[in-house]
T-cell receptor
Framework: SAVISQKPSRDICQRGTSLTIQCQVDSQVTMMFWYRQQPGQSLTLIAT?????????ESGFVIDKFPISRPNLTFSTLTVSNMSPEDSSIYLCSVLGLAGNEQFFGPGTRLTVL | GENVEQHPSTLSVQEGDSAVIKCTYS??????FPWYKQELGKGPQLIIDIRSNVGEKKDQRIAVTLNKTAKHFSLHITETQPEDSAVYFC?????????????FGTGTKLQVIP
């Protein structure tokens, strides 16, 4: 399985500011994803981070609010822009394993917006 | 689109007893069904999975069964231990070529009482 790290692990931010979350994988992977998990809720896919091209966003999520970078096969960033308290969530990076089906998750970034 | 229902939302069992969590899905094209365990403050961890051409899979105290006709699958944990306490998520995944569509269940909070 892939080893995934995320930075920061948690942050408390002020309304209107932006936060960039980093995801680093210990091996090259084709597919990387960003999820949001609101308190006590299930996981919601924000977007698929594509290497060398623009991310593919799910319904309800837009690039202006959640810009994503994927400069290579082991790294991606998610920015939460112009934050409001409703953005308080856990943000999770995920990758597909070598077998192509198994999906592995990072430890998450716990974001609180005041 | 796919819809995954998961029951129960909370489950308390005595240490040593068995726990069963059930999920139903709506899209008969879904062909891969993983289960995740999420401990407090951590990302989801893949614990077992099953593919649509298999009816049952077991790994030590954990087993998963799949009924494709009825479109439901279940997680069975035997001889539960306090460290099994966590939130468990099922997922139904459509895998087709290089495309993968994931839908998560709503989660089950399992408490194992010593």
């Amino acid at each position: 399985s892939a080893v995934i790290s995320q930075k920061p692990s948690r942050d408390i931010c002020q309304r209107g500011t932006s936060l960039t979350i980093q995801c680093q994988v210990d091996s090259q992977v084709t597919m990387m994803f960003w999820y949001r998990q609101q308190p006590g809720q299930s996981l919601t896919l924000i977007a698929t981070a594509n290497q060398g091209s623009e991310a593919t966003y799910e319904s309800g999520f837009v690039i202006d609010k959640f810009p994503i970078s994927r400069p290579n096969l082991t790294f991606s960033t998610l920015t939460v822009s112009n934050m409001s308290p409703e953005d308080s969530s856990i943000y999770l990076c995920s990758v597909l394993g070598l077998a192509g089906n198994e999906q592995f998750f990072g430890p998450g970034t716990r974001l609180t917006v005041l | 689109g796919e819809n995954v229902e998961q029951h129960p939302s909370t489950l308390s069992v005595q240490e040593g007893d068995s726990a069963v969590i059930k999920c139903t899905y709506s899209d008969s094209a879904s062909n891969y069904f993983p289960w995740y365990k999420q401990e407090l403050g951590k990302g989801p961890q893949l614990i077992i999975d099953i593919r649509s051409n298999v009816g049952e899979k077991k790994d030590q105290r954990i087993a998963v069964t799949l009924n494709k006709t009825a479109k439901h699958f279940s997680l069975h944990i035997t001889e539960t231990q306090p460290e099994d306490s966590a939130v468990y998520f099922c997922a139904a995944i459509l895998v087709s070529g290089g495309y993968q569509k994931v839908t998560f269940g709503t989660g089950t909070k399992l408490q194992v009482i010593p």
